[in-house]
């Protein structure tokens, strides 16, 4: 009977004990670890960037999907930044808001147009504005690209990148993951002194929220 007891008592506590997968928090940060700053050496870094890698954060988060689950999800921004892009997210997962997905910009070879291609969501990337010399903010890990696709780069020719986000740039569809000016996601953004590329003239930056607003 006492080892029935002690049995059922083990049994208990394996289903009780949270995976460690589980126990990870939902949203938290620190430094990038070894496996992750090697993977970025030479792609989103190199020697040269005008921050270095012990600047910069590694963010773990959980998001909403286009598949109305949840997923996981990575970011690198500074650490400067790293506490309220937090929040922010933490804000977004509570009103639901869509994200196709969430990975770090070297599973793309840090190519900006392929990222934006798969509806990409991500943040540092150690490169030029484009057609320019002059670093990004993304370069300093003070801006963010949000689901592209939904949310794209126009300009006053015609011009939209990625290709696919043409059919979004009628702002008044309430599609999964287009962002709204004054809508959530902006007010979100706002609240940690982040501006919009969707309140730009011309061009018009809908994906994207800088530090700078640049």
Same mark, same amino acid.
């Given at each position: 009977?006492?080892?029935?007891?002690?049995?059922?008592?083990?049994?208990t506590?394996?289903?009780?004990a949270p995976?460690?997968?589980?126990?990870?928090?939902?949203?938290s940060?620190g430094?990038i670890d070894?496996a992750?700053?090697?993977?970025?050496?030479?792609?989103?870094?190199?020697?040269?960037?005008?921050?270095?890698?012990?600047?910069?954060?590694?963010?773990?988060?959980?998001?909403?999907?286009?598949?109305?689950?949840?997923?996981?999800?990575?970011?690198?921004?500074?650490? /400067?930044?790293? =506490?309220? $892009?937090?929040?922010?997210?933490?804000?977004? @997962?509570r009103?639901? %808001?869509?994200?196709r997905?969430? #990975?770090?910009?070297?599973?793309?070879?840090? /190519?900006?147009h =392929?990222? $934006?291609?798969?509806?990409n969501?991500?943040? @540092?990337?150690?490169? %030029?504005?484009?057609?320019?010399e #002059?670093?990004?903010?993304?370069?300093?890990?003070?801006?963010?690209?949000?689901?592209?696709i939904?949310?794209?780069?126009?300009?006053?020719?015609?011009?939209?990148?990625p290709?696919?986000?043409?059919?979004?740039?009628?702002?008044?569809?309430r599609?999964?993951g287009?962002?709204?000016r004054?809508?959530?996601?902006?007010?979100?953004?706002?609240?940690?002194?982040?501006?919009?590329?969707?309140y730009?003239?011309?061009p018009?930056?809908?994906?994207?929220?800088?530090?700078?607003?640049?």
């Amino acid at each position: 009977m006492k080892r029935l007891i002690a049995v059922a008592a083990v049994a208990t506590a394996l289903v009780a004990a949270p995976s460690a997968a589980s126990a990870a928090p939902a949203f938290s940060y620190g430094p990038i670890d070894a496996a992750t700053k090697e993977r970025m050496t030479g792609v989103s870094w190199h020697r040269g960037c005008p921050v270095g890698l012990n600047d910069l954060r590694l963010l773990k988060v959980r998001h909403w999907g286009f598949d109305n689950r949840v997923h996981r999800g990575r970011l690198v921004v500074h650490e /400067d930044s790293a =506490r309220g $892009m937090v929040r922010v997210l933490r804000n977004l @997962f509570r009103h639901k %808001f869509k994200i196709r997905r969430m #990975r770090l910009v070297d599973a793309y070879g840090a /190519d900006d147009h =392929r990222s $934006m291609a798969a509806d990409n969501t991500s943040a @540092f990337n150690c490169r %030029f504005v484009s057609g320019t010399e #002059r670093w990004s903010e993304h370069a300093y890990g003070h801006a963010i690209d949000v689901n592209p696709i939904e949310n794209p780069y126009a300009d006053s020719d015609g011009y939209v990148s990625p290709p696919a986000g043409a059919p979004y740039l009628d702002r008044s569809q309430r599609a999964k993951g287009l962002i709204h000016r004054g809508g959530n996601v902006v007010r979100a953004f706002a609240a940690i002194g982040w501006e919009w590329g969707g309140y730009w003239d011309w061009p018009k930056d809908y994906q994207h929220f800088s530090l700078t607003g640049g």
